[in-house]
């Protein structure tokens, strides 16, 4: 079983650190950014579908990686990477039937409360542990997270969930019982 | 499949959402990269990568800038699409100006072998602009917003004494209490000459050269004096103020200066008092610059009503911590080590971490910006901007790719990219924010991404180089020309173009009939046209040597 959730966390890290190095397309309105990141959708779907510790793994392990590639080093401390992992963990802490679209609903409104949990951690990370001008918190993290990251996790998350379930009942029927 | 997606009206609702969602963003991804490769012609290889390029994102942010500056769109006193009118930024006017000279100079030096007038058309008609006059140009004047804007309130420029008439002058627009506008002047004009050798503007050039060295080595009546009119080796602006900043400009023009023309100003010394003075009196606890020492009390100037209060001669104090520590800025340090390096590489390469670690903050793991002081790292505005923009060029020139694209995604994640109709230009959209941003972030691209750093351009072009075939003309407005330069070593002119319509492009200082080659193949013998050469090229993208 841990071992399922270690294998399950690498291979969601090594899938969010693929994605999110790509370059997303998006748009601004005004000052707010629209677009998508589906990173943020594999840290959810991992939740959903191996469980909290698992959802945690794989946003904190991806998003150190992530800085490491980026900056050289580890970003505050990895305190942002755990605000990445903490929304995998709010998504991984109900079961859900990816074949029904209620339980993707369930999946959606849950990645979105994840997903505001972590902005408020990077939120309040920055200003009281980086210092951060409340301007550009707001303006560069925050705002951009919550414009980009709420259309991401509600569409994505099921959406993905709902194809990882495909495939899976057509290639690996036995990975259904182990959900 | 289709069964799946009947089940659930959920997953088809999302995954239209997403369709819509996601073809409404495709407008601000990475550009092209610019297309290279590799030709053997004669034996010998030519590697289109080993020659420094452009992409179409930096011309096309160039041919944007070119709208705002050409006098073919406009007056050099006219300011339409800059949107530098109110007066929390019209003192900044200058400062555009000079600092987007700066970028272009590293964009035209990316391509040395294109030297039609519309770089240098460009570049010339940018000094034309910071060199308005209020005679000519009134209150649209460079003139007036930098120095004789009744709100700055200093009219009387004497020294010692500000107002004793019988005391040295020092005043006037081109004065040697203005730094902050005479030494920017002088170096779009010192770069202009280096990149163009047209030899117009070398007389003046020098009699600025020659005002500071009276400025730094007499007591401004001829009489030799040691540290200058101010005695510390450097020259004031705002009046009265002298700064790293500032004056690594006039000292960078020095240098430049002596490698275009010959001359041993730096050697004389001129520069030693003050190198020594900002090296040792204006430095923090940290061994990098402070921001502003004052050689004078300026006429009018309001003491703080409260904590410690400012000596003249002394240190501009900080006005956040309030408690007699020196001003301390990332934009000054970011400025002045950039500009001070080709002088003094060694202090550049030690304060560059220090600078990092003190000044930066990391937003997240793409993304970090530079705050303005460190006393106060929770503030933001206009000088956090400002500070990451300098030490963008600041990280290039280090080789820092790292900091320089995180400081990037900051500043330009935010902003839509606009492209004209016709596809020619392009522009970070900053209305919403700030529209005096516009024409800032389109030359700070430019000015952190170019492969030319700001110390590259401190040393004269070799003079065998102004013998070297170059495009002397061309149908500018058709084509984009990502590399183009000779290549002394193998003979062969290297060009890398795109062109949208029939063009014709023309080359001088061939001495034989040349002929192109693209892909390694034959592509067409150039056409003599008096002394020059010429060649007519269809709408395509062309990797084309030249022998």
């Known amino acids: 079983m841990l071992l399922w959730v270690v294998a399950y966390s690498i291979i969601g890290a090594a899938i969010y650190l693929i994605v999110v190095l790509i370059p997303m397309p998006f748009t601004m309105i005004s000052l707010f950014k629209l677009g998508l990141a589906p990173a943020l959708a594999v840290i959810a779907v991992v939740g959903a579908v191996r469980g909290p510790i698992a959802g945690l793994l794989t946003g904190y392990i991806g998003e150190v990686m992530h800085a490491l590639i980026l900056s050289g080093g580890l970003v505050t401390a990895t305190l942002p990477a755990l605000a990445y992992g903490f929304m995998g963990l709010v998504v991984g802490l109900t079961p859900y039937e990816f074949a029904r679209g209620r339980s993707l609903a369930k999946l959606s409104l849950l990645s979105i409360v994840g997903l505001m949990m972590t902005a408020l951690l990077v939120l309040v990370i920055d200003l009281f542990v980086e210092s951060f001008g409340t301007l550009a918190v707001i303006g560069f993290a925050f705002l951009p997270l919550v414009t980009v990251g709420l259309p991401t996790v509600a569409l994505l998350t099921p959406l993905f969930a709902r194809v990882l379930y495909f495939f899976t009942v057509e290639i690996r029927p036995h990975a259904i019982g182990a959900m | ?547």
């Open chain 2, 1 to 547: 499949m289709s069964s799946y997606l009947k089940t659930s009206k959920f997953f088809l609702g999302v995954l239209v959402l997403t369709v819509v969602i996601g073809g409404m963003t495709f407008g601000n991804l990475p550009g092209p990269a610019t297309p290279m490769g590799v030709q053997t012609i004669n034996s010998v290889t030519y590697n289109f990568a080993d020659y420094r390029s452009l992409t179409q994102e930096q011309l096309a942010l160039f041919n944007y800038v070119n709208t705002i500056v050409s006098s073919k769109y406009q007056g050099y006193g006219s300011w339409n699409g800059w949107y530098a009118q109110s007066p929390a930024v019209i003192g900044l006017h200058h400062y555009v100006l000079a600092f987007m000279s700066y970028a272009t100079a590293s964009l035209f030096d990316s391509t040395p072998g294109y030297r039609t007038d519309y770089y240098r058309g460009f570049a010339y008609d940018l000094i034309e602009k910071m060199n308005t006059t209020e005679a000519r140009w009134t209150n649209e004047s460079i003139e007036y917003r930098e120095w004789t804007n009744p709100s700055y309130g200093f009219t009387q420029y004497h020294y010692p004494n500000a107002t004793n008439s019988s005391d040295l002058y020092v005043g006037s627009f081109r004065g040697p209490a203005n730094i902050m506008w005479t030494g920017h002047y002088a170096l779009m004009m010192t770069l202009y000459e280096r990149n163009f050798h047209t030899g117009n503007l070398t007389n003046e050039i020098g009699w600025f050269v020659r005002d500071w060295n009276n400025t730094l080595t007499t007591d401004g009546l001829g009489n030799l004096k040691q540290g200058g009119i101010w005695g510390v080796g450097l020259i004031p602006c705002e009046p009265y103020v002298v700064f790293v900043q500032c004056n690594s400009i006039p000292l960078y023009i020095t240098e430049l200066y002596d490698s275009l023309y010959g001359t041993h100003f730096m050697d004389s010394g001129m520069w030693d008092y003050g190198l020594n003075f900002i090296n040792t009196v204006m430095q923090d606890g940290h061994d990098l610059f402070t921001d502003g020492y004052y050689v004078m009390k300026p006429l009018g100037y309001q003491f703080p009503s409260d904590g410690p209060q400012p000596t003249f001669p002394g240190p501009a104090l900080d006005r956040i911590m309030h408690d007699g520590r020196p001003k301390v800025s990332s934009y000054c340090n970011a400025w002045s080590l950039t500009f001070l390096e080709h002088a003094q590489p060694d202090e550049t390469t030690k304060d560059y971490p220090v600078f990092l670690d003190l000044y930066s903050k990391d937003v997240s793991a793409d993304k970090m910006y530079m705050v303005d002081s460190y006393y106060c790292p929770s503030r933001f505005g206009t000088y956090d901007i400002l500070g990451s923009l300098f030490t963008l060029a600041l990280a290039k020139q280090r080789g820092d790719t790292t900091t320089r694209d995180r400081i990037l995604n900051f500043l330009y994640s935010n902003f839509n990219k606009v492209w004209s109709a016709d596809g020619r230009t392009m522009h970070y959209d900053t209305m919403s924010l700030e529209p005096f941003l516009q024409s800032v972030l389109a030359f700070g691209w430019i000015w952190a991404t170019t492969p030319v750093t700001i110390r590259s351009l401190a040393d004269a072009r070799p003079a065998d180089f102004w013998g070297y075939p170059y495009i002397s003309h061309a149908d500018d407005d058709s084509v984009w020309v990502y590399q183009a330069q000779w290549d002394p070593a193998k003979a062969g002119f290297i060009l890398n173009i795109r062109v949208d319509h029939p063009s014709t492009l023309v080359f001088s200082n061939f001495d034989h009939v040349p002929t192109a080659y693209s892909g390694g193949a034959f592509l067409a013998q150039l056409t003599a046209s008096g002394a020059d050469y010429s060649m007519s090229l269809q709408p395509g993208t062309y990797n084309i040597v030249i022998i």
